[in-house]
């Protein structure tokens, strides 16, 4: 306890935490103080709501250039399992999202040659044509940069050319780990932490809020986890558009790391939520949803969450496919009443929200 006693005495008089604070709960043991703190915090943030959407994810590709050392999802053009959704294809997958009650499409997918920009344009005005109350969470940050390295546009211009074509927001990946000397081993062939932190900062400024993500468990520092998150809380500071912090678990099945002995086991339920609790605290009066992602920690240990610093358990997905390619076991979706009795069983109120976080429905 004696090493956090400086972060309780900060966190009891609502005071910032700072790279120092950071470093010592990553190094700290004592789960169950930093647990208890980052209830307290979230308690006094945000409340006992839980959040979560109806929503539907749709992987448009898996053939990439970038090639992440971390990633057990992309194939090469012409590997077998590759794959490029048509955009009717897509709208048939919107079809049935919409049926099953889906307020947000969660559109994502890899850095494909072979697309041309009109490709996404014509996606999101034809999604938003057919479907115009559904939000459209749309691409990454590294996705938008390739655009536009591939263009010759701006990001500001692809930006403004997507939102013009429906797009509502952005999804947090690609942010993976901003420390450039862990990035070029995790995946040199993607834009830096800086451009992904630009290309976050552009959108803001043009309206369109984001999540933000951190992957851990791999092969970064306890340092490497604190600036990134502190980088993250930099610029919120600055734009205020980020939505939410989302720490995501490594799943290190057949990936490369796990390939070349890196990596040889997953983080553990300690780490899960030491990582939920850390961004709670350090992210305090920033971001103030923080979700835990029950496709990669599992339905069991996200309810245990809630009372460790996260108010947010995404939502009911339906069809995810990246974590599952690197060994995910849980399940690819979970009904809105199931998430609904979930969060109760955690004694919390859940709320139904949009992608942007306006509330749909109280579960009382």
Same mark, same amino acid.
């Given at each position: 306890?004696?090493? $956090? ?17 950071? $470093? ?43 090639k992440c050392w971390f990633c057990a999802y992309f194939r090469e053009e012409g590997q077998d399992g590759a794959f490029t959704l048509s955009t009717d294809e897509i709208m048939q997958k919107a079809e049935w999202a919409s049926k099953m009650g889906a307020t947000e499409l969660h559109i994502v997918g890899s850095l494909n040659p072979a697309l ?23 691409? %990454? ?71 933000? %993500? ?134 919390k109120v859940p709320v139904e929200r949009t992608a942007n976080y306006e509330v749909v429905k109280v579960y009382e």
């Open positions: 306890m004696d090493e $956090l006693s400086q972060v309780i005495e900060k966190v009891k008089a609502s005071l910032d935490l700072d790279f120092k604070d950071g $470093l010592a709960l990553m190094e700290s043991k004592n789960l169950s103080l930093i647990g208890a703190l980052a209830d307290y915090v979230r308690r006094t943030t945000v409340g006992d709501r839980v959040m979560f959407v109806s929503n539907c994810h749709i992987n448009y590709t898996n053939v990439c250039t970038s041309q920009f009109e490709y996404y344009e014509e996606l999101l005005s034809r999604l938003h044509e057919k479907y115009p109350s559904m939000s459209l969470k749309a691409f %990454t940050a590294v996705e938008i940069a390739y655009l536009a390295d591939t263009t010759g546009m701006v990001e500001k211009e692809v930006l403004m050319r997507l939102k013009k074509a429906g797009l509502t927001s952005l999804p947090g990946g690609g942010g993976e780990i901003f420390n450039e000397i862990i990035r070029k081993r995790l995946c040199p062939g993607k834009i830096s932490g800086e451009k992904w932190l630009e290309v976050m900062e552009t959108a803001h400024n043009l309206g369109i809020k984001s999540n933000a %993500t951190m992957l851990y468990g791999h092969i970064e520092t306890p340092g490497d986890i604190v600036d990134h998150i502190m980088r993250i809380r930099e610029l919120q500071a600055k734009t205020g558009g980020f939505q939410s912090f989302i720490p995501l678990s490594f799943h290190p099945d057949n990936t490369e790391l796990q390939k070349n002995g890196l990596v040889k086991f997953a983080p553990t339920g300690f780490d899960d939520l030491k990582m939920i609790a850390v961004s709670r605290l350090l992210l305090n009066g920033y971001v103030n949803n923080i979700k835990t992602y029950w496709v990669m920690v599992g339905e069991k240990l996200a309810q245990v969450a809630l009372h460790y610093g996260a108010n947010d358990m995404d939502g009911t997905v339906m069809e995810e496919k990246i974590t599952h390619a690197a060994g995910g076991m849980t399940a690819e979706y979970t009904p809105k009443e199931r998430l609904v009795h979930l969060i109760k069983n955690a004694g």
